[in-house]
């Protein structure tokens, strides 16, 4: 069965500490993986696409990974308004629909 | 968001009455998509449409319907047959089989 989990459900850091939250996914032939940062009450943002075992994108202090059974996204030195729920979803070669995690809470304190 | 658009932002329900969800694009995309966002819980996709006039279910379509009549609009409407309709309701435009673009969501309260 596809699924994706991400770990950790809700993360805590001092500005600064750098970290990384994880999307491990089981997929029958993986089309794509998706990141999205979602603020509270709002819909939900784009950040990446990865299509492939290797493949690294990045934004500000924002970089994702992909390996053939995980994907990290690595927020170098946050920032408070870092703070948000970051989404990951795994889309099947065969399938049209998207398989999303239940989210990482991030929380960048002062 | 940036093209596509959600009405109404919060939406109130009574016991057995059917509401309707709107969500609109001008990004030209071909495919558009409605998923129900619970507390603790991934997105979870209610319907979709590749094309004008077609639109498949997705995982938890029961006690919804749709219609794809235009392009740029894809309306979702809960039923009364849906017993917990009480969520966060998103809409997601893109080209088939790509990225998915979110709008700003509808809050849905029962009274």
């Known amino acids: 069965e596809d699924q994706v989990t991400q770990s950790p459900e809700a993360l805590r850091l001092q500005e600064g500490e750098s970290s990384s939250l994880n999307c491990s996914y089981t997929?029958?032939?993986?089309?794509?993986l998706f990141w999205y940062r979602q603020d509270p009450g709002k819909g939900p943002e784009f950040l990446f696409t990865l299509y492939s075992a290797g493949e690294e994108k990045e934004k500000e202090r924002l970089k994702a990974t992909l390996t053939k059974k995980e994907s990290f996204l690595h927020i170098t030195a946050p920032k408070p308004e870092d703070s948000a729920t970051y989404l990951c979803?795994?889309?099947?070669?065969?399938?049209?629909?998207?398989?999303f995690g239940s989210g990482t809470k991030l929380n960048v304190k002062p | 968001d940036g093209g596509i658009t959600q009405s109404p932002k919060y939406l109130f329900r009574k016991e057995g009455q059917n509401v309707t969800l709107s969500c609109e694009q001008n990004l030209n995309h071909d495919a558009m998509y409605w998923y129900r966002q619970d507390p603790g819980q991934g997105l979870r996709l209610i319907y979709y449409?590749?094309?004008?006039?077609?639109?498949q279910k997705g995982d938890i379509a029961e006690g919804y319907s749709v219609s794809r009549e235009k392009k740029e609009s894809f309306p979702l409407t809960v039923t009364s047959a849906q017993k917990n309709p009480t969520a966060f309701y998103l809409c997601a435009v893109g080209r088939f089989q790509e990225t998915q673009y979110f709008g700003p969501g509808t809050r849905l309260l029962v009274l």
């Open positions: 997929v029958s032939g993986l089309r794509g």
């Open positions: 449409s590749q094309i004008v006039n077609d639109f």
């Open positions: 979803a795994v889309q099947a070669n065969n399938f049209n629909k998207f398989y």
